[in-house]
């Protein structure tokens, strides 16, 4: 099956373990917690790559320095890079992060995904695609893609935890 | 200043609406939604318009998403646009009093984004993700013939409008144009392509007189466009004896999201638009700043901000007629429906 992958040999980064730093004051339920780049990118982080049993965090596809938010005027800004520029997973990679984030983030969020700048081949069109809200929506009726979403979204609530394998 | 007040707000969908269309001569709505049904909206009483009921809901025909939904010009009919590739004709039985589905037209390969009577109901428009628009001949027993299927856009086509006394049709698409189409003997074709946006048109409009369009897009301008016949005084050229469009006002800078709908109002000329910013804007023309009709100057005299709290505005459409030309309805990914009147 190997030669029909996409990217049949990905290369596998280290995780850099980024772990939040739990401080008091998170613990105080008298003061509000915005939401940051490090949860944004903890909701992503493990999302499962369609080709690999491998995160998104470690193909490198979700860097948390590619992650802005700006928790006051509700906006996040998600730029992810495709592991290789004519990856023609780069739309359903995309669909997943925003399925993802649709699911998770308060409704008050706009959330624009992107391909990260000479990533890929395709780099407009992929764009386009992924935050034009009417095609999203219909995407996400087709019951088979709804599913392949769906598995890939299956690790995501590992925030950064390895995937066990067997 | 004007304002909008908040006449009433309507909730009964139960997933994002998409658009909004006004009875051409009752005081009814139609709304359509994700949750694959259209309803009807009437006040409870004449006299009283802060109060509304759904009056009927129009379910069981569409199995996915309905994106759009159009009276004919008599009211008797309505055409729903569907995820599922298909158009829907629904009829009202005014003597068991509801509506029935009637007819399904398909031939589309995929969704259905759009659907449009013309001025005399004698012919439906429909577009699709498929890049195609369809022209239909409305004959007698709901009967539907397709008259042509136009394919010069590249991309997905988001919408479809007639001209409100011709057989001119115009539609907007993914490929970030748009197109005008007319027939001559029973041939369909492109007579002009409208370029400009920077990223997808999401919506068009025609002013009453047919003369003007007004545009929406991704790119988050507004563009009000103009015709101009062969010889006109204004030597804009001309091609193949057909009339060309040029842009004559480009309103940039109001809103920060995409425009997903704009409406001219056919009784006092007002430009409303909505985005994904959560904001209602209305414009008018300023006549005291020029009366140069080939560069006139639009301002924005209403902003209504988190018109629908912090969701994104899908569609708004202005009341058709004098009755209560100053009304305006918007939907949005809030599932809700929200009448407002403008008052000056």
């Given amino acids: 099956m190997a030669q029909n992958l996409i990217n049949a040999n990905p290369t596998i980064y280290n995780t850099k373990n980024i772990v939040r730093k739990e401080t008091e004051a998170e613990y105080d339920d008298n003061i509000e917690d915005p939401i940051d780049s490090q949860e944004i990118f903890d909701l992503i982080r493990s999302i499962s790559d369609p080709e690999h049993p491998l995160t998104l965090e470690q193909l490198n596809v979700t860097q948390f320095e590619h992650i802005e938010v700006d928790n006051k005027n509700n906006k996040v800004l998600i730029e992810f890079t495709p592991t290789i520029p004519h990856c023609s997973m780069a739309t359903l990679i995309g669909l997943c992060i925003r399925v993802r984030l649709l699911r998770s983030l308060p409704d008050r969020f706009k959330v624009d995904i992107k391909v990260r700048k000479g990533t890929h081949q395709s780099e407009g069109a992929v764009n386009k695609q992924l935050n034009d809200k009417e095609r999203v929506a219909a995407a996400l009726e087709n019951n088979h893609l709804l599913e392949v979403v769906n598995q890939c979204l299956s690790t995501a609530s590992l925030r950064g935890m390895e995937i066990k394998t067997n | ?344």
């Fill in chain 2, 1 to 344: 200043m004007p304002r909008l007040e908040l006449l009433a707000t309507l909730e009964g969908h139960q997933d994002r609406v998409w658009q909004a269309s006004w009875h051409p001569t009752k005081t009814i709505l139609a709304t359509c939604s994700g949750d694959k049904t259209v309803r009807l909206w009437a006040p409870i009483s004449p006299t009283n318009p802060t109060e509304w009921q759904c009056v009927e809901t129009l379910e069981g025909a569409h199995k996915r998403t309905i994106r759009s939904v159009a009276w004919s010009p008599t009211g008797n009919e309505l055409a729903t646009a569907s995820f599922d590739a298909t158009t829907g004709i629904w009829e009202h039985d005014a003597r068991e009093n509801n509506w029935e589905c009637v007819a399904t037209l398909e031939g589309h390969e995929n969704e259905i984004k759009s659907v449009s009577w013309s001025a005399t109901g004698a012919l439906l428009a429909t577009c699709s993700r498929d890049k195609s628009v369809w022209i239909w001949e409305v004959e007698s027993d709901n009967d539907f013939e397709c008259l042509s299927v136009l394919q010069e856009h590249t991309q997905d086509v988001k919408m479809v409008a007639w001209h409100p006394k011709l057989e001119i049709l115009a539609s907007a698409s993914y490929d970030d144009t748009i197109k005008i189409w007319k027939e001559d003997e029973d041939d369909w074709y492109c007579v002009d392509t409208l370029s400009g946006h920077q990223s997808t048109v999401w919506s068009i409009d025609f002013d009453a007189t047919g003369d003007h369009l007004v545009s929406a897009s991704d790119d988050q301008t507004i563009r009000i466009w103009k015709m101009y016949k062969p010889n006109n005084p204004q030597g804009i050229p001309t091609h193949n004896g057909e009339a060309t469009w040029k842009t004559i006002c480009t309103l940039s800078g109001y809103h920060d999201r995409c425009i997903y709908s704009v409406s001219w109002s056919k009784v006092n000329n007002y430009i409303a638009s909505v985005s994904g910013d959560n904001t209602i804007r209305i414009f008018a023309k300023d006549t005291e700043a020029t009366t140069d009709e080939d560069s006139p100057i639009f301002k924005n005299i209403i902003t209504e901000k988190d018109a629908h709290g912090v969701y994104d505005i899908n569609g708004v459409s202005w009341f058709p007629n004098e009755r209560h030309g100053d009304w305006l309805a918007t939907v949005g990914d809030d599932g809700i429906v929200r009448i407002w009147r403008v008052i000056e």
